[in-house]
């Protein structure tokens, strides 16, 4: 798919990455956290993805342990950096502003951020197909400021309010028509495969797959309730260590 955007096209071995909007989540991201001087930019786990490139006052550095020499050439092309390295030992050489975690699935968020040489108030930026940013939400030096919501058109939009609802589920009774149609359709699925017969209220049982500890018999049915904002680009803004 083409950008109008796009000051260069990409080279082949790169590709304009998982998430159309990326580049507008990026600027909608620094406008937020008032990134406005030019920035240096981390991406673990790039893959060939090279959609943070070709942005004039960005210096982007990529870093994955399966980047190939072909890709590696093609992003210095581009004028950034890239290297073929384990995140979780090799370490940028300069302070950096935005770190971009992009469908890190299977990388330890917590390793790599160790690494990153992330400035305080500087941003991490995430999004992934699957999940929610639960571990760094959890973090004391991570602050979620944002959230941004992408229809599929470009039209991006940034959330500042009620963040915790992008990790809260929702209750029974606040999941709509469809909502509920699917939930039940995926019980009775799971009820069919093994012979079983509901002992108690649909509702009961969703409310059980809601708490910690329904998190077992969500995987076995294949279900997990839905979050009650659902979002697609998470903003963090990492806050100076407290000391005691
Ligand atoms: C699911 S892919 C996502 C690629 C890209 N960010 C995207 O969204 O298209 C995860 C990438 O992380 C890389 N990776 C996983 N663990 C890593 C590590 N410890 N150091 C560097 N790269 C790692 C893998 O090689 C893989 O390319």
Do not use: C
Request: net charge negative.
């Amino acid at each position: 798919m083409e950008h109008s955007h796009d000051i260069v096209q990409l080279p082949p071995n790169l590709y304009e990455g998982s998430f159309a909007h990326s580049r507008e989540a990026l600027t909608l991201a620094r406008e937020l956290a008032a990134l406005e001087r030019p920035i240096s930019l981390y991406y673990p786990g790039s893959s060939s993805d090279g959609s943070f490139t070709r942005l004039p006052d960005v210096h982007a550095i990529h870093v994955d342990s399966a980047l190939d020499d072909t890709a590696i050439r093609d992003f210095e092309v581009l004028g950034a950096e890239a290297y073929r390295a384990d995140a979780y030992t090799w370490s940028p050489a300069e302070p950096i502003d935005v770190v971009t975690l992009i469908n890190p699935s299977g990388i330890d968020e917590d390793r790599v951020l160790g690494m990153s040489q992330l400035r305080d108030d500087g941003i991490v930026l995430w999004a992934s197909w699957s999940g929610v940013p639960s571990r760094l939400v959890e973090r004391k030096d991570m602050r979620l400021i944002g959230v941004i919501s992408d229809p599929g058109e470009g039209d991006l939009t940034v959330d500042t309010e009620k963040l915790g609802d992008y990790f809260t589920r929702k209750a029974f009774t606040a999941l709509d028509d469809s909502e509920q149609a699917f939930f039940m359709r995926r019980l009775q699925q799971y009820l069919d495969q093994y012979g079983l017969d509901l002992t108690v209220p649909a509702e009961s049982l969703y409310e059980h797959l809601r708490a910690p500890d329904g998190q077992g018999l969500a995987r076995d049915i294949d279900y997990q309730p839905p979050y009650t904002k659902a979002g697609t680009f998470f903003i963090f803004r990492k806050v100076a260590s407290e000391t005691s």
